[in-house]
């Protein structure tokens, strides 16, 4: 399982999780930190 974390988590958790979750990522990291909600889900799925 992947984890995508949007911008209300901090992207400094990530590095905890990484073992637990590989390929996960955070949508500032991927540049879409200013997308509406539905479009962080149409890119997670």
Do not use: C, Q, T
């Amino acid at each position: 399982m992947k984890l995508l974390l949007d911008e209300n988590i901090s992207r400094r958790i990530l590095p905890m999780r990484i073992e637990s979750y590989p390929d996960s990522s955070h949508v500032s990291l991927l540049g879409i930190e200013r997308a509406d909600d539905r479009s962080i889900w149409r890119f997670a799925k």
